[in-house]
């Protein structure tokens, strides 16, 4: 799992996410926490991209991929930054519905009758498989910062890429504990309020009486950006540390900024020996 974040401001984009990855065998879940999930795109670029669900594409790792799209960018630099999402849809598609673990899904979701251990194979299966991107930058000669939001299901046909709005933030794979921290709620607390007994008005009620107490802030600065990204990022890995939960969310948070002055910088990046010093 992971918490991965982007924060479009009129400054620019600033990306984070935690270093943990987690490998589930029979036993168990296994947890590395120093696994990359934030890239810039080439080198000295105006783009990057974070990622969150699926680790990799089997023989083939995310960070390859990028390379290769950095490469064809490199070739034919995008019109937009919707361009270059495209460019990424289109160069993971066919590597992503090439896995035989998609042939299963599509396998079983095609099966007129299944037993009761397909019927979960296939839940394991597909919500193992979403993989969730978010690129974003600038493309010059526009220096106009957008970023897009683009997700892999392997229930679903070829994804489209989805604008992120202007001054808001995404979070995405384990985003409760920011949603609590500033909504006062996540999702799953939302809708067991709503199906309660106890409760008799409807979502619309619920929904304006939270939003009554949600910590909401001005357009910030772009270092101040920085600072709740990645105070966020390290909130979420905390709590799940001291949560009864399996520790999804960990390791050292990562983040990185493009400004509309300035390429791809890194504010927070592991070096090549942090899981040797985290070792001893």
């Known amino acids: 799992m992971t918490i991965a974040a982007c924060y479009l401001s009129p400054e620019g984009v600033v990306f984070g996410a935690d270093s943990t990855t987690t490998w589930s065998a029979t036993s168990g879940h296994h947890f590395f926490n120093h696994a990359q999930k934030l890239f810039e795109i080439g080198s000295d670029s105006s783009l990057g991209l974070v990622t969150w669900?699926?680790?990799?594409?089997?023989?083939?790792?995310?960070?390859?991929?990028?390379?290769?799209l950095a490469d064809k960018l490199a070739q034919n630099p995008p019109a937009s930054v919707q361009v270059a999402a495209d460019t990424w849809i289109d160069e993971v598609w066919p590597?992503?519905?090439?896995?035989?673990?998609?042939?299963?899904?599509?396998?079983?979701?095609?099966?007129?009758?299944?037993?009761?251990?397909?019927?979960?194979e296939l839940a394991q299966l597909s919500n193992g498989l979403v993989v969730g991107f978010c690129l974003g930058g600038y493309c010059l000669p526009d220096r106009n910062p957008k970023a897009f939001e683009i997700v892999f299901d392997p229930l679903n046909p070829k994804p489209t890429s989805s604008e992120v709005a202007k001054n808001t933030h995404r979070w995405w794979g384990v985003p409760n504990i920011i949603n609590r921290l500033i909504?006062?709620?996540?999702?799953?607390?939302r809708q067991a309020i709503l199906s309660s007994s106890h409760w008799s008005g409807s979502e619309a009620d619920f929904d304006s009486i939270a939003a009554q107490q949600a910590l909401q802030h001005p357009v910030l600065p772009i270092?101040?950006?920085?600072?709740?990204?990645?105070?966020?990022?390290?909130?979420?890995?905390?709590?799940?540390?001291?949560?009864?939960f399996p520790q999804v969310c960990g390791g050292a948070p990562e983040i990185a900024v493009i400004t509309t002055d300035r390429n791809f910088r890194w504010v927070r990046h592991k070096t090549w020996d942090t899981a040797i010093e985290d070792g001893g």
């Open 95 to 120: 590597v992503y519905t090439s896995m035989q673990a998609y042939g299963r899904v599509n396998q079983l979701n095609s099966m007129a009758v299944r037993s009761a251990d397909e019927d979960e």
């Open 53 to 68: 669900g699926l680790a990799s594409f089997e023989e083939i790792s995310f960070r390859t991929l990028i390379a290769r």
């Open 183 to 189: 909504y006062g709620y996540d999702w799953n607390f």
């Open 223 to 244: 270092r101040e950006v920085v600072d709740f990204i990645h105070s966020c990022i390290r909130s979420t890995g905390k709590a799940m540390k001291f949560s009864n």
